[in-house]
T-cell receptor, first 111, second 115 residues
Framework: GEDVEQSLFLSVREGDSSVINCTYT??????LYWYKQEPGAGLQLLTYIFSNMDMKQDQRLTVLLNKKDKHLSLRIADTQTGDSAIYFCAEENQAGTALIFGKGTTLSVSS | NAGVMQNPRHLVRRRGQEARLRCSPM?????VYWYRQLPEEGLKFMVY????????ESGMPKERFSAEFPKEGPSILRIQQVVRGDSAAYFC?????????????FGSGTRLTVV
């Protein structure tokens, strides 16, 4: 079935790079997504990558996609305390009607 | 443009009562999605609606849960005879036709507590 797995916690120092990893199961997903959730808030779309791309860069964010291994990663350069949040990886379901989310990776940034 | 509006932000219900959660999509958006987030879990898809139509309800529990998106007014997620296991954050998202999943905008959620 469709499933998305992420590590639950990541702790980094301010100014370092953060790398959040994700594995997914549905190779038919047209896009793969990264969302950010701050405490008490909804999810904010950070970035998404088309499934035939290997990499996408957007300012401090770099997404890497390995389709063969069904592995997606999000790299945040120069991590700031404001980046502390929960990061969710998501793939599309087979029908293309919904997103399937991982359980989220809690990123903690210390100064 | 106020974004996706959900209300109430917090809702407390006793076991056996009904919960009604409302979602007003972004202006111009005619597709609405409901997701549930249990404590320390990711979001789980519940239902996808367009105006007056349920497109995909594969994530909805078979009993006690229903959703609608009428021609006029907000989308409503209704939970009858709530139980403690229904306690969760319920998120609504909306999108425009043709944008698909990458055009999602989420609301801030309704946090339901069943006591």
């Amino acid at each position: 079935g469709e499933d998305v797995e992420q590590s639950l916690f990541l702790s980094v120092r301010e100014g370092d790079s953060s790398v959040i990893n994700c594995t997914y199961t549905d190779s038919s997903s047209t896009y793969l997504y990264w969302y950010k959730q701050e405490p008490g808030a909804g999810l904010q779309l950070l970035t998404y990558i088309f499934s035939n791309m290997d990499m996408k860069q957007d300012q401090r964010l770099t997404v890497l996609l390995n389709k063969k291994d069904k592995h997606l990663s999000l790299r945040i350069a120069d991590t700031q305390t404001g980046d502390s949040a929960i990061y969710f990886c998501a793939e599309e379901n087979q029908a293309g009607t919904a997103l399937i989310f991982g359980k989220g990776t809690t990123l903690s940034v210390s100064s | 443009n106020a974004g996706v509006m959900q209300n109430p932000r917090h809702l407390v219900r006793r076991r056996g009562q009904e919960a009604r959660l409302r979602c007003s999509p972004m202006k111009g958006h005619s597709h609405v999605y409901w997701y549930r987030q249990l404590p320390e879990e990711g979001l789980k898809f519940m239902v996808y609606l367009q105006k007056e139509n349920i497109i995909d309800e594969s994530g909805m529990p078979k009993e006690r849960f229903s959703a609608e998106f009428p021609k006029e007014g907000p989308s409503i997620l209704r939970i009858q005879q709530v139980v403690r296991g229904d306690s969760a954050a319920y998120f609504c998202a909306s999108s425009q036709p043709g944008q698909g999943n990458y055009g999602y905008t989420f609301g801030s959620g309704t946090r339901l507590t069943v006591v």
